[in-house]
């Protein structure tokens, strides 16, 4: 009992933190870009979706997969067991625009993270002109 005691300590010491990582946590998060998007819902969500899958195929590889629904892209990375859910990308309509949040969780919150970057990429070629 007292090693784990002291393995509890130190591990708080260190700053080290767990972390569940999946879609009501990302989701918690503070958007990092919000977006008028080009189109109704569904078309924003499948331009994004579209994009984020080409990326994958072309840049990333198959241990990332999108999901598309009617209202929201998510993105699961590479991870084990269960891929988390980092990024999260609603969409809305508010005074009759398409609007696009994009939700990525801290633990993934890199400039370089493709979560990041590949989201920024697609809301840039989906958003309205």
Not at 10 to 25: A, M, Q, R
Request: glycine share 8%; net charge positive; hydrophobic share 40%.
């Amino acid at each position: 009992m007292k090693k784990i005691f002291i393995i509890l300590i130190v591990f708080f010491l260190s700053g080290c933190s767990i972390g569940f990582v999946n879609e009501s946590s990302t989701l918690m998060e503070k958007p990092f870009a919000v977006v008028t998007m080009q189109g109704d819902i569904t078309e924003a969500t499948r331009c994004v979706g579209r994009y984020w899958q080409k990326s994958i195929n072309e840049e990333l590889s198959a241990w990332w997969n999108v999901t598309v629904d009617s209202y929201q892209v998510k993105v699961t990375g590479p991870g084990g067991g269960n891929p988390p859910v980092g990024l999260v990308i609603n969409f809305d309509t508010v005074d009759g625009k398409t609007i696009a949040s994009a939700h990525l969780h801290r633990m993934f919150f890199s400039q370089k993270d493709p979560r990041r970057t590949v989201t920024l990429r697609a809301l840039d070629a989906c958003r309205s002109k």
